[in-house]
């Protein structure tokens, strides 16, 4: 297993960005959940909420301690990069916490709830976001016009943040999730990847086709409408700074091509006892390598990628469930 790079509670990146780690490290969120407070004094925007743990909070306020505006709340906005709970379910004990701030420096002026930005998601997790909404104070935040806890983002849209020249710029990047999403910092020539591109290892993604598109579409934006939007600097919603972001990038989108190209290969073959190949079948000959522990998460992947292959006409399903879908390769490539 690939060593972890151990990574401080708090960090400041540039003159405008500082990491707070949400103390929550597993198999799947690597250190835990990195959180970014942006600006160069408050009130900031704040990037994910972690994953509610109480050991987030005294780091999250040590970092907002330094707002030097007593005027101002510490935060006038949330950014949520996507639904997954390690990024949102923090959401009640920051707003607590921000109001807690502001009641410490007793001042006469009348609290300034954060508005609460994500991208709009029809989907299954919204009854986790009602829930979720359903532990907020309705005076901890402020409402969209709509009346809703979330304002829409959407793709492209400049966000502007206090004590910064140039705009965050939204990037909508669905694959991860549906309502995944980027941020380009343009003064720190760096992009938030949240859950699309990791600090270290790979990235998981509900819908491969999406996710392979969402990676060419973060490449492409270096140029994008003949503005000068390049970036070297990959900011990740798990794990440590990727300084070579383009090229990490491209590798990503590498190695999915090889693994396309090997399920081909594979298929290509005759199919074991005569039957056609199911996702086991094909998975445990590319992986026959490797420990069987891993044959079972490597089989979504691998379902992924048949899955994207049958949308482009490339393969057939023939029926099953779950490992034991079977495929017939209707295309020689």
Wanted: charged share 20%; with cysteine.
């Amino acid at each position: 297993m690939e060593k972890l790079e151990a990574l401080a509670s708090v960090t400041r990146l540039s003159d405008r960005v500082v990491r707070v780690l949400g103390q929550n490290p597993g198999k799947f969120t690597l250190q835990g959940t990195n959180t970014y407070i942006i600006g160069q004094r408050n009130p900031y925007t704040l990037v994910d909420t972690g994953e509610g743990k109480e050991e987030y909070i005294p780091h999250l306020e040590s970092a907002l301690r330094e707002a030097s505006n007593p005027e101002e709340p510490h935060v006038s906005d949330i950014i949520i990069s996507h639904w997954h709970g390690d990024h949102v379910n923090g959401l009640p004990s920051v707003l607590s916490l921000l109001r807690r701030l502001w009641d410490e420096r007793n001042v006469p002026a009348p609290f300034k709830p954060p508005r609460i930005h994500k991208f709009p998601l029809a989907h299954t997790a919204d009854g986790g976001l009602e829930v979720l909404r359903s532990k907020l104070s309705q005076d901890s935040y402020t409402a969209a016009p709509n009346g809703t806890l979330f304002h829409d983002l959407s793709d492209l849209q400049s966000f502007f943040v206090t004590g910064c020249t140039a705009p965050l710029k939204v990037l909508h990047t669905p694959g991860h999730t549906k309502d995944s999403i980027c941020l380009y910092l343009p003064e720190d020539r760096a992009l938030y990847t949240a859950d699309t591109i990791l600090g270290q290892g790979t990235a998981v993604f509900e819908d491969l086709a999406s996710y392979i598109s969402s990676l060419r579409k973060m490449l492409d934006f270096r140029s994008s409408d003949g503005h000068n939007t390049e970036y070297a600097a990959l900011y990740p919603g798990h794990g440590p700074v990727v300084t070579e972001g383009p090229k990490l990038i491209s590798t990503y989108i590498e190695h999915r091509t090889e693994r396309e190209n090997q399920i081909v290969h594979v298929m290509k073959q005759p199919p074991p006892e005569g039957q056609p190949w199911s996702t086991w079948g094909i998975v445990s000959t590319i992986y026959a390598a490797y420990p069987q522990n891993l044959w079972l998460p490597a089989a979504n992947s691998v379902d992924q990628h048949l899955k994207k292959l049958q949308a482009e006409g490339k393969v057939r399903h023939l029926g099953g469930e779950g490992k034991d879908v079977k495929w017939e390769l209707l295309a020689k490539l």
